[in-house]
Each structure stands twice: as C-alpha cells, then as structure tokens.
C-alpha cells in the first residue's frame, strides 16, 4: 500500500491568529512571515512553486517554529505551470497569471505571500466576493492596495514590501522568496522599533475605503477559504474585464516575538 505520512505539529495554524488577533505590529507580521519566506525560499531553490500559500497551511507549533505545510498542489517551476482548464487554487491568494492561465512560478507564490503578509498586517484580505469567481476576477482587474488605506500605522517600507509583492506584472515582483526574505530581515535590522511597534488601529471608514483605494488596471472573504477548483473567469469585451518545509523561527525582536501570544 502506498501512503502519505505527515508530522504532527501541536499548535494551531496562522490562521488562527490572523483571525483572534489581526490587525498585527508590523514587528510581529514580519516575524511571523521571515520563517514562511525561509520555507519557501527552500522549495524554490528546489525547483518547486507551492501553488497554495495562505494562513491555513502555516502551522505555528507549541515551540513556536513554523513550518509551511501542505505542498499537494505544488509543481515544478522548470517547465510551464499553469491550471489548464480549471482554476486550482485558493482564490484570495490567487495571482494574476494563474487566474488568467499563463505561465506561472516561484513569482506566484511571491504574491500570494504578499497577500498573507496584507492580511496579517490589516486583518482582512483586499478582495472579497459573493462568489470565487468574482474574488478571482478581482486579482485582474485590479491591483492590491497600500496597507496603509486601512492601517496608517504601517511604516512605509513595510506597505511598499506588499506592493512589491503583489505587483500585477510577474517580472516586476521579487524573483523568489529568498529574495523577499532578505528585504524583511534587512527591514527588521533597519527600520526602528518605534516604528515597527506602532500598535495598529483600523477604523470602519478606512477599512470602507479599501475598495475605492484599488487601482484598476483593466478598464472596464475573510475567513477560512478552502482551495477551490473552478473555471476561469470570462473577459467581456466592453467591460472590466513534497513534504513539509521546517523552519525555525527568527530571533525575538519586538515586544510580541513569541507567535503563539
């Protein structure tokens, strides 16, 4: 017989904590996210795109070290990666070129984190939809806003980090996630605590602002999200259109370092 086996990690997932405690300091977000980066740089270098990045497949152990699971759709990225007819995948964290069917790798998994990253520092995700279809349309049509719309006390740097993460174009986001690795720790070493410690407050009016703040670049929910597997949104023409990586977690740096508090 032939089967799969898996560590058992006591703890909880990252979603657990995006959903009992986000918004989070952008120390605490950055934290959290290096040691899901160092997993992934690790598949990249590797030859391999994980293909479904969100808060539910980081597992946070009871030791603190966290670990990126769930590698069951993950391909490799030497040959051309797309979903052919259907759209496989969590439609939150979905890129651009993957809703669309193009040719996708390591750079898909860099905006789904960008997407994680979002979320852990505003606690909710930029697109939401009455149905995946809808949610998955949005990742075309527009581009992920500034933090900073619905958390001002997000610094600069970090907010431009997502933005880089989640740029529309391929080409323009980081290579892979080692590379988006090493501009956390350097923001981690640079920027001071003053300002990654800055305790976030998201108002009703700023988070109504995030729709109107994404920038359309076609004319024209929160919570748990299983991976969905449906068709590719249409573009009408008159209108918008292998196991488990374990890592250990970075050193303490802020104030809320242990990830399970």
Known sequence: DVYKRQEYVPGCT????????????????????????DGLAAAHEAGLMHRDVKP??????EDGRIRVADFGLSR???????????LVGTVAYLSPELVSGEEADARSDVYAAGIMLFELLTGRQPYTGDSPVQVAYEHIRSRVPAPTVVVPEVPDAVSDLVLWCTEPVPADRPEDAAEVAAEVRGLLSSTPDSLLDREPHSTAAEE??????????EPGGAGHQPTSVVPYPSVPHDGPSPGTEDVSSPGDRCRHGDPRT
Do not use: M, Q, Y
């Open 76 to 86: 490799a990225t030497t040959s051309h990666t797309s979903g052919g007819k259907a």
């Open 14 to 37: 990252l979603r657990r904590i995006v959903r009992d405690e986000a918004p989070l300091t952008s120390c605490r977000a950055l934290t959290l996210f290096l040691p899901v980066l």
């Open 208 to 217: 109504e602002s995030l729709e109107n703040a994404a920038v359309v670049i």
């Open 56 to 61: 539910e497949n980081v597992l946070v152990g």
